[in-house]
Each structure stands twice: as structure tokens, then as C-alpha cells.
């Protein structure tokens, strides 16, 4: 397997220049172990996953961190939290040392390192791969094959079909973590959820909504909700507040982090079917979104990155806000370019406070006009605007 180069090696290089630990977090199987041993390759590597590295660990936590002088990768640390104390020590006494460690439960992860290594380490998010890193594969797909083969390195490294790998990822990981951590007995109930879930991408969350459909209480959707956001499965995007207007909506938008496990929780099989679904406008729109955060998370930064939407049906797909001000994108699925699609933004300044650096239309078709007041801007070269913003 080819190795592909991701957009966060500089900052974790970076990172690793003044900080002794290292904490790469984000959802299983996006390419944690395999960047880090390509950064780290001189460091011993060991995962608690292994049952008898964890034992070891566990059993006699000195001895085992005392492997390497140099350096240490502890993959799925979360599962032995007791080390982080450990390593707390090492490193208090020898800064020179360096700890990689990686996992896939943000809110396990974050509550040990908050309580041993506060300013000791650097903490940063692997997603599933971007546009820019696959760009090869994804301008060799079409749009409906991009969605449907997510972004996951399985499929665009492995070249593992995302009808095989998408089932397996969801029975292995998503209702096993889950069922470990939550100890969830209805498991139909919960995959009922998962795949209501799906079929809301780009809506507003409302959890009593969901709560009388699966038939469960609003407290269960709420705590399964958690559960998959610190498990980097779904993502909500809050609204933006800063703004003239006070007939707001104050509920998050969902997504979620891969389309290809949204497909396969929509029970679409094929790029095919895709193309008829209703469903394919959200699941563009869960790929624009997740580009857009991606490169800042890439970048060590938060996501700085919202929705607009009033009483009055104004809305714009995604705000960014940055240092400079805010960039405003509407998200169209079409191939066919239309007038209308730059109403919302030509009006931005009535719903947005400050300077507004940048707007821009991201769609399927070919035709481009990065010159305007409004870009217009194939889908494929979002970068080029994200990387300005």
C-alpha cells in the first residue's frame, strides 16, 4: 500500500518541536498509527489494543515506558489511562522525550490528558482524508463515486470497495464502542437511531424528535448523540449568533465526519443509486462541510465554522470566521449554474457582523468564476478558497 502524504504532518512536526507529548485523537481506522509511524519511525510502537502490551502496561507501567530513551508511540492509550501519570513524571524530569500517543475516544482521551498532561502536551485530530490528499483518486472519480467511497483510508489506500469495507466498519467499531461504553441492551434501537441519524444529514438536530421515533427518552438520545460525536462518527455544526438579526434558530446542524458510512446507514449500495437518491444534496452538502472543517482541524486550529439560518428562511450553508473576518458558502448539488444560488450571499452583510472576506457558490458543475464579488468554484478546488480563509 502507497503511502499517502496527510495535511497535518507539519503541524504534529511542528508541535513535536516544543511539546514532549503528542496527542493524535480521530476516529478509527483514518490513518492515525500509520502517519505516526511514518513521522516517528525511529520510536518503538506498541498498542493497548494487544492484550498482553496492555497487561504489561498495566501490570508494571515504569518498566514498560522505560523501553525507549528516545521515544515512545502508545496507540489506543485511552484504554490504560493510568500511564498518562506516569508520563507526566518522565517527562517533567526530561523534556527530550517524546510520547506519540493516539486513540479514538476524544472524551477519554481529553479527561486524561486534562488531568496529567495538562500544557505538556499538543493535542490534534486526524479525520478522514481530505480532497487535497486524494486528489488523484478523487478528480479519476466522479462526484457520486467520491460520495459514496468516502474518504476513509480503507477505501482510497487500500482500494478496499466501500460496499465490503463501510458494513464491517459499522458492525466492528461503531456498535461495539458503543455497546462497550453505553452498555446498550435494545442494540435495534440504537442502529434504528444510527440510520435516522443518516437520513437527517444537513437538518437541524431536535432531539425529541428522535427520541419519539426510536422510542426511547430524549436523555438516551442525548447520551448516544455524545457518544458518537467523541467517537468522531457525527458532527454538529452550531449556528451563528453574531448577527443583527433575533428571530434566530439556535439548533446544531448534523453531519456526519464521512459520507460513506452515511451511505451505507441509507442503505444506498451503489454510486448509481446515489445519483436517484434524495439524500445525494445532503451528502454533498456533509462533504463540503467536512472539507471546510478538515483543513482547519489539519491545521491544529478549532473548526471556527457555523450555519446561518433565520425565521425568515434566510440561510447560509456554511460561515468560516477567521481572524480576518468571515467567509460566507452556499452549498448546491447541481451541475447547472443559477442566478439564484447567490441570493443568501449578496445580502450576507444584513445577517453578518464584521468584515466579510470572502463568498463563495460550491457546486458540481465545470464552469468557474473565482474573480467575482461571489466565486463560483468547482467542488474539487474548495481548497484553493479554504487555504485563503
Known amino acids: 500500500m502507497e503511502y499517502i502524504s496527510r495535511n497535518i504532518e507539519p503541524t504534529v512536526l511542528e508541535m513535536a518541536k516544543y511539546f514532549s507529548v503528542i496527542v493524535i485523537t480521530g476516529p478509527r481506522q483514518s490513518g492515525k498509527t500509520t502517519l505516526i509511524k511514518h513521522l516517528f519511525n525511529e ?48 517527562v517533567d524530569k526530561d523534556p527530550s522525550r517524546k510520547f506519540i500517543l493516539s486513540g479514538s475516544s476524544n472524551f477519554t482521551m481529553l479527561q486524561s490528558v486534562t488531568q496529567s498532561l495538562a500544557g505538556r502536551a499538543a493535542i490534534l485530530e486526524l479525520l478522514p482524508m481530505s480532497i487535497p490528499e486524494i486528489g488523484d483518486w478523487a478528480s479519476s472519480h466522479t462526484l457520486d463515486e467520491l460520495i459514496f467511497g468516502g474518504m476513509y483510508p480503507a477505501v482510497c489506500a487500500q482500494k478496499i470497495p466501500p460496499e465490503l469495507a463501510y458494513p464491517s466498519y459499522v458492525k466492528t467499531y461503531l456498535e461495539r464502542d458503543v455497546r462497550d461504553i453505553l452498555r446498550i441492551s435494545n442494540l435495534s434501537a440504537y442502529e434504528k437511531f444510527l440510520k435516522l441519524c443518516a437520513g437527517r444529514i444537513g437538518s437541524l438536530f431536535v432531539a425529541s424528535q428522535l427520541a419519539n421515533e426510536v422510542g426511547v427518552s430524549v436523555n438516551t438520545i442525548k447520551s448516544w448523540l455524545s457518544v458518537l460525536q467523541s467517537s468522531y462518527v457525527i458532527t454538529l455544526l452550531p449556528p451563528y449568533y453574531e448577527n443583527l438579526s433575533k428571530r434566530l434558530i439556535k439548533t446544531p446542524k448534523l453531519y ?4 460513506g458510512i452515511a451511505c451505507y446507514l441509507l442503505d444506498i449500495e451503489s454510486p448509481q443509486q446515489l445519483a436517484r437518491d434524495k439524500m445525494r444534496g445532503p451528502l ?3 462533504l463540503i462541510v467536512m472539507e471546510a472543517i478538515k483543513n482547519r482541524t489539519n491545521q491544529g486550529k478549532s473548526p471556527n465554522a457555523y450555519f446561518y439560518r433565520d425565521s425568515n428562511q434566510n440561510e447560509i450553508d456554511v460561515l468560516l470566521k477567521n481572524g480576518e473576518g468571515m467567509t460566507g458558502i452556499e452549498i448546491k448539488s447541481s451541475m447547472t449554474y443559477h442566478r439564484d444560488f447567490e441570493q ?10 464584521g468584515n466579510i472576506q470572502k463568498r463563495a457558490v460550491v457546486y458540481a458543475g465545470q464552469m468557474e468564476n473565482k474573480l467575482g464579488e461571489i466565486q463560483l468554484i468547482n467542488y474539487l478546488h474548495l481548497n484553493e478558497l479554504l487555504c485563503e480563509t
Open 43 to 90: 520510536y518503538l510502537q506498541f498498542s493497548m489494543e494487544d492484550l498482553h502490551v496492555r497487561e504489561f502496561a498495566e501490570q508494571d507501567p515504569v518498566a514498560f515506558l522505560e523501553q525507549n530513551k528516545l521515544g515512545m508511540i502508545i496507540d489506543e492509550v485511552q484504554r490504560v489511562p493510568s500511564l498518562m501519570s506516569y508520563i507526566q513524571g518522565i
Open 256 to 259: 456526519f465526519n464521512d459520507t
Open 284 to 286: 454533498f452538502e456533509n
Open 344 to 353: 443568501t450571499l449578496r445580502n450576507m452583510s444584513k445577517y453578518v457582523i
